[in-house]
């Protein structure tokens, strides 16, 4: 079971709808980040979160300590926001961050 | 500056080339970071420098070989590489190592082995 995982794995949405992106992790974290990265791009950091709910834009990234689970959440998708959506933990014991597999969107018109 | 600028953005070398990819912050961060990707995949973890000293090595092969002269700069010299080393190589900063900083990425090298 890898450490960090996200669902779903695809996810196609038109555009105007309400998205969510799911991550769940088994090990003890001090932080999470929420990553956005487009086809063939580098990667930028959307969120990083230690507790509660964090709101850029039409983004909101909410997260749960105790059942060790974070939501993303895309208001009034757009084609834009077609991405890789990367759910990555930042462990407490070692200066590691394990990345999950990713959230493949696409938004269509 | 809040960026993280990497050169070159694409590279295609031969197997007996040696090459360089180049990091650049000047946001004052402290910890620097090589990560290798590989299509549809999540980056993996290759190196760790912390206030310009090597303190992760993920077991990387001797045929990548980090060095940050200052604290601005990180380089990455590739040597022998294989074709399997074509990937995305991307490079991070965080304020220091402690766990409660947040990564700024850079767009990353394309990199193609030929």
């Known amino acids: 079971k890898n450490e960090v995982e996200q669902s779903p794995q695809n996810l196609t949405a038109q555009e105007g709808e309400f998205i969510t992106i799911n991550c769940s992790y088994s090990v003890g974290i001090s932080a999470l980040h929420w990553l956005q990265q487009h086809p063939g791009g580098g990667i930028v950091s959307l969120f990083m979160?230690?507790?509660g709910k964090k709101k850029h834009g039409r983004l909101i990234a909410t997260i749960n300590i105790q059942e060790k689970h974070s939501s993303l959440h895309i208001t009034a998708s757009h084609p834009r926001d077609s991405a890789v959506y990367i759910c990555a933990v930042r462990r407490t014991s070692y200066d590691k961050v394990i990345f999950g597999p990713g959230t493949s969107l696409s938004v269509i018109p | 500056d809040t960026e993280v600028t990497q050169t070159p953005k694409h590279l295609v070398m031969g197997m007996t080339n040696k090459k360089s990819l180049k990091c650049e912050q000047h946001m004052g961060h402290r910890a620097m970071y090589w990560y290798k990707q590989k299509a549809k995949k999540p980056p993996e973890l290759m190196f760790v420098?912390?206030?310009?000293?090597?303190?992760i090595n993920e077991s990387v092969p001797s045929r990548f070989s980090p060095e940050c002269p200052n604290s601005s700069l990180l380089n990455l010299h590739l040597h022998a590489l294989q074709p399997e080393d074509s990937a995305l190589y991307l490079c991070a900063s965080s304020q220091a190592t402690g766990a409660n900083y947040g990564y700024t990425f850079g767009s990353g090298t394309r990199l193609t082995v030929v």
């Open positions: 420098y912390s206030y310009e000293k090597l303190s």
């Open positions: 979160l230690s507790s």
